[in-house]
C-alpha cells in the first residue's frame, strides 16, 4: 500500500525559528518521486521540490532545505528563520510507477507568529 | 505564461443537482488531474487525463466523471449532489509525457457548497 504520513497537524514557530515538517512514506515500488507542496491562505498549492527515489540528495534553496533518507522512509522540510510569510499548509506528496498516482498526507498547518 | 486557471470559483448547488467544473491548463501541458480537498479527508485524487483519455481514476463513486478536450481543458462533472460532496476541487496540470515525472501546477480551485 501506498501511504504518506505527516504527522504534524499544526505547528507554531516564533520568526527567526528554525522548523522542521515531517514526512514519512510507503510504498513497494523502487521507484517513486516525492514532492513538497505548500498551499497559502489564498487556496493555491504552490510546487517546492521533487525528489525521485534514486536520487538521496540532500537540498537547499534559500531558507528551505530537504532530507531525503530511504533508510527510514522519510523525506523531511526544513524552514530556517522562518518569516510570517511562511504560514501555511504543507503538503508531502508521493507518486509510484506501479499506481501512476498522487497521494498526499494530511498536511501540517505551519503558523509562524511575529 | 498563464497559470492553470479554474471556472466557476465559486458555487451553490443543491441536493440531487449536477455539477459541471471546468480547467484550462498551463499552456503546453498535456496531463489534467482533478483532486478533491476536504477538511476531513484532505487532498483526494479523482482522475488524471492526458491527451483526452483517462490515465489513472482515484476511488471515487462513479458520479464523479471527466473529460479532456483536444485543447488539453478538461472538465468534471458531479451528478446528484451529495452534502458530502461539499469541497474545495482542484485542478492541476504538468506537461505529463515520457517516465520523468514533472511537477503538478495547481489552479486556485473551485469551491463547490452542497446545500
Known amino acids: 500500500a501506498q501511504k504518506v504520513t505527516q504527522a504534524q497537524t499544526e505547528i507554531s514557530v516564533v520568526e527567526k525559528e528554525d522548523v522542521t515538517l515531517d514526512c514519512v512514506y510507503e510504498?513497494?515500488?523502487?521507484?517513486?518521486?516525492l514532492f513538497w507542496y505548500k498551499q497559502p491562505p489564498s487556496g493555491e498549492l504552490v510546487f517546492l521540490i521533487r525528489r525521485n527515489s534514486f536520487d538521496e540528495q540532500n537540498e537547499i534553496s534559500g531558507r528551505y532545505s530537504w532530507n531525503f533518507q530511504k533508510s527510514t522512509s522519510s523525506f523531511n522540510f526544513t524552514i530556517t528563520a522562518s518569516q510570517v510569510v511562511d504560514s501555511a499548509v504543507y503538503f508531502c506528496?508521493?507518486?509510484?510507477?506501479?499506481?501512476?498516482?498522487?497521494?498526499f498526507g494530511t498536511g501540517t498547518r505551519l503558523k509562524v507568529l511575529a | 505564461k498563464a497559470g492553470v486557471t479554474q471556472t466557476p470559483r465559486y458555487l451553490i448547488k443543491t441536493r440531487g443537482q449536477q455539477v459541471t467544473l471546468s480547467c484550462s491548463p498551463i499552456?503546453?501541458?498535456?496531463?489534467v488531474s482533478w483532486y478533491q480537498q476536504t477538511p476531513g479527508q484532505g487532498l483526494q485524487f479523482l482522475f488524471e487525463?492526458?491527451?483526452?483519455?483517462?490515465?489513472n481514476k482515484g476511488n471515487f463513486p462513479g458520479r464523479f466523471s471527466g473529460r479532456q478536450f483536444s485543447n488539453s481543458r478538461s472538465e468534471m462533472n458531479v451528478s446528484t449532489l451529495e452534502l458530502g460532496d461539499s469541497a474545495l476541487y482542484l485542478c492541476?496540470?504538468?506537461?505529463?509525457?515520457?517516465?520523468?515525472?514533472?511537477?503538478?501546477?495547481f489552479g486556485p480551485g473551485t469551491r463547490l457548497t452542497v446545500t
Open positions: 499552456s503546453g501541458h498535456r496531463s
Open positions: 506528496a508521493l507518486h509510484t510507477s506501479g499506481t501512476y498516482k498522487y497521494i
Open positions: 510504498t513497494r515500488d523502487t521507484t517513486y518521486y
Open positions: 492541476a496540470s504538468s506537461t505529463g509525457v515520457g517516465y520523468t515525472l514533472y511537477e503538478q501546477y
Open positions: 487525463y492526458f491527451s483526452e483519455t483517462q490515465r
